[in-house]
């Protein structure tokens, strides 16, 4: 098993209260949703981690969507040659 590391966030209540229920319906601790959706964002390109994160002006964000859907259409044919 890969050795883990420990951190705490914060959250609000609201969030808080909403990643209980998550976690009640799928049965999975909150540790276990947060540990993997902190892997999944770790492991997103660059482009797409500025995207979530709303690093890009709101005045460019439907180009910068175009742009990321442009570019993951490229990577997924580069793969195919």
Do not use: C, H
């Not at 209260?17 to 390109?45: C, H, N, Y």
Request: glycine letters at 4%; proline letters at 2%.
């Amino acid at each position: 098993m890969k050795k883990r590391v420990v951190f705490r966030i914060q959250l609000t209540l609201d969030a808080k209260k909403r990643l209980l229920d998550i976690s009640d319906q799928l049965g999975i601790t909150q540790i276990a949703i947060t540990s993997r959706l902190v892997e999944w964002f770790a492991s997103q390109p660059d482009l797409i981690q500025a995207a979530i994160l709303g690093l890009y002006p709101d005045v460019i964000k439907q180009d910068v969507a175009t742009l990321i859907l442009n570019r993951m259409a490229e990577g997924k044919n580069d793969r195919s040659k």
